[in-house]
């Protein structure tokens, strides 16, 4: 089984819709990440998690929202998609700072 | 701030052929140098890492020296396969950093 997992894998919503991506982890890391990707541009971060109560904005959060549900779940929401924010997002989980950051599958977000 | 440069692609090589896939940086202090690679339809994978001058990481026959006179973390391999056509992504985190910075990303194209 993965270590990290996202879904959904695909989704195409329309403009104005809410969409929650979900992301699970078993490596019984503390921090959590969420990356979106774009052609061209790398990995860009827009939240990042170091416990279940503590959460942080990165470079590009405006237009998304998060919560950590629990040390294992830390869901990416999108209050009223639009269409540049289809991209290809990641989940991603480390140990301690420093350390590798491991990722899930990705999910392909298309908005309409 | 912080960033990462790399060479654009597409590289296309023939199979056997030598890898050098370039990346320079911009950092204060000393930070840890990444590389991920990313196969169709997945999420990055941790190729390899350095965490100090003149460490080599090296996994899978990838190689890369941490330069800190010319601030170059380049990818090397001697002999590609077609399995190795993928994106490779160059990444630093600072000293006192939690954050991944990623270069745009290099696609590799390895032909029978």
Known sequence: ?112 | GNSVTQMEGPVTLSEEAFLTINCTYTATGYPSLFWYVQYPGEGLQLLLKATKADDKGSNKGFEATYRKETTSFHLEKGSVQVSDSAVYFCALMGDSSYKLIFGSGTRLLVRP
Not at chain 1, 10 to 22: A, F, H, Q, V, Y
Not at chain 1, 67 to 74: D, L, V
């Open chain 1, 1 to 112: 089984d993965a270590d990290v997992t996202q879904t959904p894998r695909n989704r195409i919503t329309k403009t104005g819709k809410r969409i929650m991506l979900e992301c699970s982890q078993t490596k019984g890391h503390d921090r959590m990440y969420w990356y979106r990707q774009d052609p061209g541009l790398g990995l860009r971060l827009i939240y990042y998690s170091f416990d279940v109560k503590d959460i942080n904005k990165g470079e590009i959060s405006d237009g998304y929202s998060v919560s950590r549900q629990a040390q294992a779940k830390f869901s990416l929401s999108l209050e009223s998609a639009i269409p540049n924010q289809t991209a290809l997002y990641f989940c991603a989980t480390s140990h301690s700072p420093g350390h590798e950051q491991y990722f899930g599958p990705g999910t392909r977000l298309t908005v309409t």
